[in-house]
């Protein structure tokens, strides 16, 4: 029999090795995408020493925008060196979601104390301070991402099959490619979710009571730091009701506070009851089955494609479904995933502008996480040696095409950046489904013929394909700087 000291140990010391290792590569790996997340962190430390959510103390690189509303411009923003900010009110204000910078108040605070900044003393916006920032503190949310999923794992599974979820969940997933490139929303919304998760299948799998009040907050947070956390409050409270009645008070007390603090922020900052950039009326469904074509199976947005190990983990919770331990939970993710990918693929810029890969379907990855753990105890109970040795060799086939895809995202600049300025997919969005050159395959091939190396004119734009083709640079990595990475249009 084990010494329960000694697993004690070993896990403590295979989960400070994750955190240390994925860490590391994360830091080290070279591509920063900064774009929607610019001037969060400055946001952080106007709360920090101006005591504001309001940047009227700060000079910026380019003028900002008057908008009547906060929401952020869709596409060709008047100003795309400040997209991001808006003029409200006579406020400065960050016109995506702030609970990003919230959270961070604490990390900031520390790399302030190191001389870190977003800004000089004089008030002048740092860009490379707030890129060193958002890089370190993403690094770390996503190494300790990476941690909560093994150690949820274990759970169900022993210290081999969890570790091997959680290094998969790493680096075979929008975790490498686009989380942990800057602090994207997404970045602080699946750490939480990874809580959450936590959370939930641990008192189904000890059969333990809901903790309902740390249960809200940490979903209160998922929406406050990105609007589709509406969607598991939405799952988690029906599925409360259904199987958790006696902590549906405390939950819905806890959330509903939360929320009235919500609006409370939104009022003072925004002068709205909730800021423009969550009203649903930015869901439009024109187009639903293209866009969902695009979403889940598109070489360069499908999730599908991005990340293959899905269809396994779907296979595994189909194939061994009598064997699932935990059903009820399988559902919740279920439910969650299939509703976050239909509010994507009702979005009219579903294709999530200049970005890597679907990285739009982020938010569910947690989601996922679940299904493999669960969908993994499941394959472990029973199954013929003959499909068990068949179903490892596919899965580590799947994992190894994840890891090689995601692993572009995050190491070349070329994939991430270069093939947006060659395909301006804003403009035209059809090419996410073009097959002769997918993003992640940007740098390793010839591009077609269309493919032009500027914003097209009003002219270009219009038309179905530009008439032009400009010339083209050498299809070697080029050695592009921060300062010259493309700045998309707000998505």
């Not at 860009?127 to 690094?139: D, Q, Y």
């Not at 279920?334 to 938010?363: E, F, K, M, Q």
């Not at 097209?456 to 592009?480: D, F, I, M, N, V």
Request: glycine share 6%; with cysteine.
């Amino acid at each position: 029999m084990t010494n329960p000291s000694v697993v004690r140990r070993t896990r403590f010391l295979v989960t400070v090795g994750l955190f240390a290792f994925t860490y590391l590569v994360f830091s080290v790996s070279p591509v920063i995408d900064s774009s929607d997340s610019a001037y969060s962190i400055l946001l952080s430390e106007s709360i920090l020493h101006h005591r504001s959510s309001h940047l009227n103390s700060y000079r910026f690189p380019a003028p900002i925008a008057e908008l009547k509303t906060s929401t952020p411009p869709t596409l060709d923003p008047a100003n795309p060196a400040t997209y991001e900010l808006g003029r409200v009110n006579g406020n400065i204000v960050y016109c995506f979601p702030n609970g990003s910078s919230v959270l961070s108040l604490p990390f900031v605070a520390i790399l302030n104390a190191l001389s870190v900044h977003a800004a000089t003393s004089d008030g002048i916006y740092n860009k490379p301070g707030e890129l060193l920032i958002e890089k370190t503190l993403s690094a770390l949310l996503m190494a300790l991402l990476t941690c909560v999923v093994f150690r949820t794992a274990l759970l169900l599974l022993n210290v081999e099959a969890s570790a091997v979820i959680a290094l998969g969940l790493a680096f075979g997933t929008q975790v490498w490619s686009t989380a942990s490139r800057s602090l994207w929303s997404h970045t602080w919304f699946i750490t939480l979710g990874g809580v959450a998760v936590a959370v939930i299948l641990r008192a189904e799998s000890e059969d333990r009571k809901i903790p309902s009040i740390f249960l809200a907050t940490i979903l209160s947070w998922m929406y406050l730091v990105r609007p589709t956390g509406a969607i598991p409050i939405l799952c988690v409270t029906i599925y409360l009701l259904v199987y958790h009645r006696n902590a549906l008070v405390a939950f819905a007390i806890t959330g509903a506070l939360w929320f009235g603090a919500f609006v409370a922020y939104s009022w003072f900052t925004f002068g709205e009851l909730i800021p423009g950039y969550y009203l649903a009326s930015r869901l439009q469904f024109h187009g639903l089955s293209t866009a969902l074509a695009g979403v889940l199976i598109s070489p360069s947005r499908g999730l599908l494609v991005y990340v293959p190990t899905i269809v396994f983990i779907l296979y595994w919770i189909v194939r061994y479904w009598n064997q699932l331990p935990c059903r009820k939970v399988v559902v919740l993710a279920l439910a969650i995933v299939a509703l976050h990918i239909v509010s994507v693929a009702g979005y009219p810029n579903w294709w999530g502008g200049g970005s890597y890969g679907p990285r739009l379907s982020t938010d569910i990855l947690p989601w996922f996480a679940l299904m493999a753990i669960v969908g993994c105890a499941g394959a472990r109970k029973s199954s013929p040696l003959i499909f068990s040795r068949l179903e490892l060799l596919a899965v580590s086939a799947l994992l190894g095409l994840s890891i090689a895809i995601n692993a572009r995202g995050a190491l070349s600049v070329y994939a991430h950046h270069v093939w947006n300025l060659e395909m301006v997919i804003d403009h035209h969005p059809k090419r996410a489904f073009d097959w002769s050159y997918p993003q992640f395959a940007a740098g390793l091939i010839k591009p077609p013929g269309y493919v032009i190396w500027r914003y097209p004119t009003p002219q270009q734009s219009s038309a179905s394909e530009p008439s032009k083709t400009l010339p083209r640079a050498s299809h070697r990595e080029p050695s592009l700087s921060l300062a010259t990475a493309p700045r998309e249009a707000a998505r």
